[in-house]
């Protein structure tokens, strides 16, 4: 763990206050940005991505400076991210190691599957209620289908 | 009720579902009732319709409301481009309730959550049509006393029909017993068949017709269409299996009820019709007493 950390320093600069988001899978990286609204932030923002890793083979890892999310915020990249751990970090130390938890409901971050929902024909925001956390099943607020993690995809 | 929308046939609870019913018995005694002859009642109908779309406008006129809306969607501002979040603030202001049928599945949700009165679902897409299923239930309680502890045999394409779904999902509330016949492509998909099981109720489920038909109260036929089959020798296989013909009723219980949502093409042969348990046409009848209820109940002006 401490060789580990090490070399992730390495890296990617350590960050003084923040919140550390690692264990993203490789592909992912770039969705927990958009779903945690990054693209516009003002403050220092970390991101590698391929990184090796040696639980993962690859994953990616950001960090973000001065910024506390709360557990409802952060636990929207759950969905696309289910492997990430959060770190948080004041004045260079880690405070806090925990791990994301999937939401009971999800606005505007996944695609509904079924091509005839009117999510995928208007302008709406999507939202599903997640009837299983651990098989990851979303029911459609709309079309009441049931999108699965094997045809999940984000908007 | 009032003002709450009917989008989903769980909308409702069960002691509303039955007060819908109950109201409507009550048009059934006494159809003609100008209860309703301030309010304006918009169908607004994006894929044509006969069958709901005239017993909702019959059920509409008979309360004494007038009538605004469209047959289908080129005669509305969908051909120009207009979303349907628009033409429901837009229709909004015209009326009192809308009445609405899309094609596309979640259409009536959305039409709630943006209208400024209440949406009754028409049908979208393959999603729900919670009207039929309150017209079903009316059907059987009235046919069979009570909702309660009945045998219900559901026939023919179990897979598409969305009038099967949402009455499988209404029935698992009064402790019935399902038969379920289909070909082996058109079974009950299993997210229907979870709310049998979640509350533990008895089912069955085959490929044979004429079995089932002793023991059942209701016989629910639905029709198989050809394009459901990717390979249109299985249906050719399958198309005489679900044909109900007056001779195989011999067996069936005295207060067997033949049901189906309409329209037949050629699953229930004629000869049956002139049968005391061929019950599809009044059917189609109750689905007026039905929509008059929940236009009525929900506009307020029957509690």
Known sequence: MEKENLRKELKVSAIENGTVIDHIPSGSVFHVIKILNLTEYQ????????????????????????????????NKIALVAPTATLIIIKNFEVIEKKKVEVPDYAENIVKCFNPNCITNNEEISTKFKVTDKKELKLRCHFCEKITARNNIAFR | MKNKSLVSINDFTREEHIRILEIAGGFEKQPKQRILEDHVVATLFFEPSTRTRLSFESAAT???????????????????????????????????????????????????EVARVPVINAGDGANQHPTQTLLDLYSIRKTQGSLDNLNVAFVGDLKYGRT???????????????????????????????????????????????????????????????????DPLDYEKVKNAYVLRNSMLEGAKPNLKILHPLPRVNEITTDVDANPKAYYFTQALNGVFVRQALLAAILGVVE
């Open chain 2, 62 to 112: 008979r309360l004494g409301a007038r009538v605004i809306g469209f047959t289908d969607s080129s005669s509305s501002s969908v051909i120009k481009g207009e979303s349907l979040r628009d033409t429901i603030l837009t229709v909004s202001n015209y009326c009192d309730i809308i009445v609405m049928r899309h094609p596309r599945e979640g259409s009536a949700r959305f039409a709630s």
């Open chain 2, 164 to 230: 099967v779904h949402s009455l499988v999902q209404a029935l698992c509330n009064y402790n019935t017993t399902f038969h379920l016949i289909s070909p082996l492509e058109l079974k009950l998909p299993s997210s229907v068949k979870i709310s049998i099981k979640e509350r533990d109720l008895e089912y069955s489920q085959s490929t044979d017709l004429q079995d089932v038909i002793s023991k059942v109260d209701i016989l629910y036929m639905t029709r198989i269409q050809k394009e459901r089959f990717s």
């Open chain 1, 43 to 74: 403050n220092q923002l970390l991101i590698a991505t391929n990184l090796d890793s040696r639980k993962m083979g690859k994953k990616g890892i950001i960090k973000v400076s001065n910024k506390f999310f709360k557990s409802d915020e952060i």
